[in-house]
C-alpha cells in the first residue's frame, strides 16, 4: 500500500472513531428522555419479537399504524434483532441510526472519491464535514427511521452513480432504491422519483449502452419489491399524509391576493408560489447556516444544520457545480440536490430537517467541493492544517456547546422527559389506581409507560380496539385513550373522577392549585425539567373528605 | 470551412470594424434595457419605493439600467455608477433606523451577521421571507418569483464576466452596509435592488 493511501486510511478511521463518539456518547441520556416516536418504534419492534404482531394484533404488518401516521416498516423489523440482543433500551432504538450515520460517512467518502480525481484531500474533506455536521450528528443519534431511509437510499444513490460506468453495480442500485420506499415516507416519494429523473437524464448510460441488460434486471427486481407498496396505493394508509399538503394555504393566497384572477390560474399559480418558497428555503443560506429547524424538537439549540462559517464552503461549491454543469458528476449531484427536497417541499413546515434528511448527501459533498477549492489558496501545508484545526475546534465547541449541554436542558421536555419517572412512580404503586390526563398537549401516555415498564405486548393488544386489526389499513383515525391494567388513560371527568379513589396524573395545567385546594388533593408526585420547570403533577384524590367538607353529591351517596 | 469574424471583442468597441455586428450589439443593448424596464416596472419592490418618493424610485432604476447594460461590454465608465450608489448607500444610511450597537461586541457581532443572513436571503426577494417570516416585521413581496431562474443564471453568468469592481460595487458594498445598519427600513434593503435587476436581466440573456 503506497505512503498516501495508507495516510488516507489512517484519517478516514479517525473520522470514523471521532464520529463514533460524537454519536454514540452518552446515547441513553442526550436527547433526555424518550420521543414518543421513538417508544412507539422501539415497542412495535418489541411486540413483534414476542408475539410477531404489532400493538394492534396485526402480524408483520406492511405499514406500522403508529398514532395513526402508518410508517414504512423497515426500521421497526431492522430493530428486532437489536432488542432481541440488547433488550428494550433507549440507546438500542437510537444506535441503529448512530450506525446509519457511520455508514454514510463511507458514503460520501467514496462518492468523492469516485469525483475526485487529482484533488486528493476531496473525498477526506467531505468525510470529515459530513460526519461532524450538526443535521448529521442530530438524527445519527434519535432512534427515528429516516436515519436509516437516509442510509439506504444513500447507498442506493451511490451505487447507481458507480454504476453508470460499473453497469454490475446498477442492481443493487435500484434494488436498494426500492427498498428505501420502505424505510421512511419521505422515500416513498422521493425514490420512485430519482428512478425517473435518472432514467431520463441519464438515458444514454442507462439505456442505450452495453449494460442495459444490467439496468432492466434491475428496474425489474425494483418493481417486484415495490409489489407490496402497490398493494398498498389501493388503501387508506398509504394516503394519510395528504393532509399535510397545503392546500388551504394555496386556496387562502388565490382567495385573498390574487382575487381577480379566475381560479384555474390563481390556484396553479398560488400552488407554485407555495412549492418553489418551500423548496427555495432547502437552499437559502439563511436556513442552512444560520437558522435551526423551526420545530424545537428537530433541532439544536443556537445552531443551524451546519456550521456558520460553511457558508463560504457552500457558495464556493455552488459555483464549482456551474462550472462543471456539463460533466456527468454535476449533473448527479444538480439531480439529487434538486429532487432531494421535493417531498418536504410539499408540505407546509417551513425547513423540515426530517423530511428533507436526504439533502444532507448532496449538500455535505457541495460543501466538500467548496472546502477543498478554498484550500487550494492556502499554498503552505502547515497553514492548511491550522486552519482545518481552528475551524474544527471551533465546530466541536459549538456541537458541545448547543448539542450536548443545551439541549438536553432546554429541550428536555418536548423530547418526552417525565415519562421514564411517571413509569417507574407507577410500578412502585401497584395497588394504586392511576388516572392520567392525555390532553392533546401531552404526546400519547400509554407507548412510553408501555415501553418502559415493559408491559406485556399480549395485554397491550387486547386494550386495543378489535375493529384496527380487522381493518388495519382503512382505520386511520387514532385515539391516545386506552386502560393498561391499573392505569386509565383519557381526559379527566372532573364531575366523577375526584370521587374515586385514585392518583390524578397530569401538566402543569391539568390540575391547578386552586382546584386541588378545592377538592382536597394531595400532591404525590412531581417530575420537573433542568430548568425546574414542572412536567408532571400527580395528585391523590380524597373522595371521603370530599363528601363531608365539601358540598354534597350524587356521588357521596353511593 | 468554418468562417469566424474577423473582428475581435476590442476591435468591435474601439474600431467599429464591423457595422453590422456594431449594429446587432446596439440592438441587443436596446434589448436589454428595455428588459430591464420591465423587470423594474413589474417589481412589486419599485413600485413600493417610488410611490413613496419618486426621487429614490427614479435613482434606482436608473442605476440598475446602468448596471444591466455593462454586463455584455468590457469597457464601462465606473465613476457614474460609483457615484450613483454611493448616493443609494447614502439615502438606505439614512433612511434606516440605527440599531443600538452599544450591547458589547459579541452582540453587535451577532447582529450583523444576522443582518447579512437576512440581507443574502433569496427568500426575501422572490417570495416576502416566506415561509420563514420574520417576526414583528412586516414583510412584502419584492420581485415575482417568476424571475427567480433568471437570478440565477444570470448571478453566475455575472460571476464569469464582471470585473471585481463591480461586484464589490453593486453587491458587496450594499451587504455591508445592510448588514451594518440592519433592516428596519420602510423599503427594506434597496441598495441590493439595482444588483438584483442587473443579474435578473443578465440571466434574461443568458
Redesign the interface.
Known sequence: MKKTKKLSVFLLLAILVLAGVLYFYKLNAIPAGLYVDEAVAGYNAYSLLKTGKDEYGKAFPLALRFFGSYTPPLFVYLLIPFIWLFGLKVWVIRSVSGLSMLGGILIVFFFLKSIAGKRKRLSLTGALIFAVSPWTVFYARIGYEVTLAFFVYSLASLLLWLGLKKPKFRIAGFVLLSISAYAAHTEKYLAPLLMVLLLIFFRKEFIFSKGKRATFFGLGLAFLVQLPQIFLIKTAAFWNKNDLFYTKAIANFAKTRLAGLPPVLSIPYGF???F???T??Y?????L???PD?DPQRSIPRLSVFY?FMVLFYLVGI?QL?INRKKSWAKYLLILSLSAPIPAALT?D??STQRALPLLLPMAIILALGGERLMVFIKKRWQRLLIIALLMVISLFQLRRGYFIFLPQERARVWGLGFKELAEFIRSRPQEKFLIDQSSRIKPVYIELAFFNLYPPEKIQEAADPAVAKNYYAKTVFTPFCKLENVDIRNIEWEEDIYKEQIIIGDELAVSPDQAKEHFFEKVFEVRDPLDILIFNGFSTNPREKCEKGLSDIHCLR | MLKYNVCSYKDEIETHCNASLQKKMVKKKKLRIAFCTAVIILSPWFWKIISANVALGLLLAMTSILLATISDHRRYKLWPLIFLFLLICFWQGKTTKKQNFSLGLREGSRRVVNNFVEAIDPNLYFFANHPRERVGIPEFEKFFFFFLPFFVLGFFNLVRKWPLSLWLLALAAPLFLTSLTGHQNFFGPFSIFPFITAAVTAGFFR
Do not use: A, D, I
Not at chain 1, 437552499?283 to 436556513?287: G, K, N
Open positions: 407554485l408560489r407555495e418553489c418558497s418551500q427555495l428555503t437552499f437559502s443560506p439563511r436556513s447556516f444560520f437558522l423551526p456558520g459555483y456551474y407546509g417551513p425547513f
